[in-house]
């Protein structure tokens, strides 16, 4: 089964691949791994703004860490890649939070739940997952991925 | 002479590899090279919770920073994978901090100055150190790692 | 062009490599690919402090991004891998932040900017961007790298 068809049997529709918001590119390939840069959350084309713990709550954290994944797919999509991933290897997980939140990993899950629903075992990667301060545009979530490809 | 002999030389006993604390992998091997997931510090089979420069001393956070690098010891063990340890890559260290407290990296040296202990050059790593508001169940510090091995 | 004449070009004159200011290296090479410590901004020799949305400008935020993107480019030199670059692959941006500062892409865009300028295509890379709590030693910027190497 192709990935493309494992989306549609899931009823997933990938958003538009954003562009960078500055002088960097959304991926690099690497000897057969492709480096992403941090997606932001857009679900239906809005930024989830805010902090967790204070305007953001947990389930809203969530569907913004899946919409981060999701944007990883897109990232994929739109360079011809998404049918080639081997394994992914690694998510970073940005949460803004407020200081006293400590679920950073049930937020992240958005993410990580959503490569294993999609890839299966070739979706089981490392991860980290930290509160960070402020995130660029004051985003939820920000995440990060290292991904192996076929060749 | 084995990591483990040399383990057995420094007085350290591992702790238990801890479990993923959500729905990721403690760790992914990729091309040789592992990467690690984000590990906690357990001491004494309690969480160091609290943040450096407010309710956490610096020795604590050092202590703890060490218990994240033994953590990552504990996962390379639980995988057969501790003896195969050719080269400490990249560690990247996260000091939950108070507004002001600026020795992120004498706290991370926890952890580094352990990988030097334990495998000598082999131990000599790249690192990044930050301060981030708040970590997973409130955890004191976060350590990752990218870890380069042995056929 | 070798990078030391497109540097000249340019006239930039790259600091002198800052020693790690704990147990760790600036740099590991590993199968082809460097990894780089996080470096902190240092302009005319003096750390630049503070954070960004409170006491540190925008613009003052982007001279400090591209201060860690030159001590980058020194470390290379210091380790006689400048003109071995091949592909500049993620760089990784720590931006002490306010909690109510959202430009961290601009910010960044200091180191970015930089690597397209010095090495063109080749400077293209993937990014993260994050708002941290605080950094070592006040650091308004840190900057992790990594970076693919030719034989």
New interface residues.
């Given amino acids: 089964m192709t990935v493309a068809d494992r989306l549609k049997e899931l009823g997933i529709t990938l958003p538009k691949a954003a562009a960078?918001?500055?002088?960097?590119?959304?991926?690099?390939v690497?000897?057969?791994?492709v480096?992403?840069?941090?997606q932001l959350p857009f679900v239906n084309g809005a930024l989830v703004t805010g902090?967790l713990g204070a305007d953001v709550a947990l389930e809203q954290g969530q569907d913004a860490a899946r919409a981060c994944g999701l944007m990883i797919l897109a990232q994929l999509e739109a360079h011809g890649l998404l049918e080639r991933v081997r394994?992914v290897?690694?998510?970073?997980v940005?949460v803004s939070?407020?200081?006293?939140?400590?679920?950073?990993?049930?937020v992240?899950?958005g993410a990580?739940?959503l490569m294993?629903e999609v890839f299966g075992d070739r979706g089981?990667?490392?991860?980290?997952?930290?509160?960070?301060?402020?995130?660029?545009?004051?985003a939820a979530v920000?995440v990060?991925a290292?991904i192996?490809l076929r060749d």
């Fill in positions: 960078p918001v500055a002088s960097y590119q959304p991926l690099v690497e000897s057969g791994v480096h992403l840069s941090g902090r394994q290897v690694k998510l970073g940005f939070s407020a200081p006293d939140f400590h679920d950073q990993p049930k992240a899950n990580s739940d294993a089981r990667h490392a991860r980290s997952a930290v509160g960070v301060a402020v995130l660029p545009l004051n920000e990060d290292i192996a």
